[in-house]
């Protein structure tokens, strides 16, 4: 439970509002992950990171903003939402790609008003 | 399209019987598959995954998934199920060994009656 941690755990945020969700792993692990996970849907994958480069980016909007400084954080910074952006967004760390399984943070509840 | 199917929204087991939570796969090459859970307002938990090898893979407590290439499936088993089984399971993909992107199913919701 306490090897990925996420920040705040709900956010309540205006559209016009700036604010960024943060991802610490203390598993050692090369790679992190931010995913959008609401009702009744596939997890979205929006962007890895593998050794603090971008590896994938999945035709996220623009308004969502990643950020690895290094190996052990991630942020997500957020800007000019929309209600449909409402979701739980999840961070996630692997030692790799491939064979290798996530282990995930608890998430952060956001809502949009 | 690469894809992953879970058919039920939702599986209701009394507890001590067998419980199965389906999943089906739609990938070109080889899979990884992973099974994965989740408990209210927690992040997913790996419960197990099928590389290579063996069929039958067992996993943490005590789930365990048989993977059948010819019909594409890997469903998740438990002999006996404990109302602490009641959560959020995901099945999910891989597809090549130097991937990071997984897909997921939609997830099926198994609630164990005492």
């Known amino acids: 439970e306490t090897g990925v941690t996420q920040t705040p755990r709900h956010l309540v945020m205006g559209m016009t509002n700036k604010k960024s969700l943060k991802c610490e792993q203390h598993l050692g692990h090369n790679a992190m992950y931010w995913y959008k996970q609401s009702a009744k849907k596939p997890l979205e994958l929006m962007f890895v990171y593998s050794l603090e480069e971008r590896v994938e980016n999945n035709s996220v909007p623009s308004r969502f903003s990643p950020e690895c400084p290094n190996s052990s954080h991630l942020f997500l910074h957020l800007h000019t939402l929309q209600p449909e952006d409402s979701a739980l967004y999840l961070c996630?760390?692997?030692?790799?790609?491939?064979?290798?399984?996530?282990?995930f943070g608890p998430g952060t509840r956001l809502t949009v008003t | 399209a690469q894809s992953v199917a879970q058919p039920e929204d939702q599986v209701n087991v009394a507890e001590g019987n067998p419980l199965t939570v389906k999943c089906t796969y739609s990938v070109s090459g080889n899979p990884y598959l992973f099974w994965y859970v989740q408990y209210p307002n927690r992040g997913l938990q790996f419960l197990l995954k099928?590389?290579?090898?063996?069929?039958l893979v067992k996993g943490s407590y005590g789930f365990e998934a048989e993977f059948n290439k010819s019909q594409t499936s890997f469903h998740l088993k438990k002999p006996s199920a404990l109302v602490s089984d009641s959560a959020l399971y995901f099945c999910a993909v891989r597809v090549g060994s130097g991937t990071y992107k997984y897909i997921f199913g939609t997830g099926t919701r198994l609630k164990v009656l005492a």
């Open positions: 099928y590389i290579t090898g063996d069929n």
């Open positions: 996630a760390s692997s030692q790799g790609p491939g064979t290798y399984e996530q282990y």
